[in-house]
């Protein structure tokens, strides 16, 4: 069974950091792209960030240099650090995987999400 169990969020206040995590299992995690997508309350989901198994990363555009994505295959974990927080990423942060190790792999799974917000 393919799991994906996201932690770390919570409340921080505008310029704070957080690390979140996502614990996955059922699947061979090192074969993959994995990312981080998020819904803000009322909003669609947003693409946030992308990591092959080389450990190539890709970023939206809003990151500007703020998070960093990266994962430990020999633990099947992957991991998003944010910095510089701002209330607009007030949101649910989702881990997801992918089907392949293309950048336009499709996703199939994801987690149940952990909330993050910022304000003050």
């Known amino acids: 069974e393919v799991q994906l169990v996201e932690s770390g969020g919570g409340l921080v206040q505008p310029g704070g950091s957080l690390s979140l995590s996502c614990a996955v299992s059922g699947f061979t995690f090192n074969n993959i792209v994995m990312m981080w997508v998020r819904q803000a309350p009322g909003k669609g989901l947003e693409w946030v960030s992308s990591i092959a198994r080389s450990g190539n990363t890709k970023y939206g555009d809003f990151v500007k240099g703020r998070f960093t994505i990266s994962r430990d295959n020999a633990r099947n974990t992957l991991s998003l650090r944010l910095n510089s927080l701002k209330p607009e990423d007030t949101a649910v942060y989702y881990c997801?995987?992918?089907?392949?190790?293309?950048?336009?792999?499709?996703?199939?799974?994801w987690g149940q999400g952990t909330l993050v917000t910022v304000s003050s």
């Open positions: 997801a995987k992918s089907i392949g190790n293309y950048w336009s792999s499709p996703l199939d799974a």
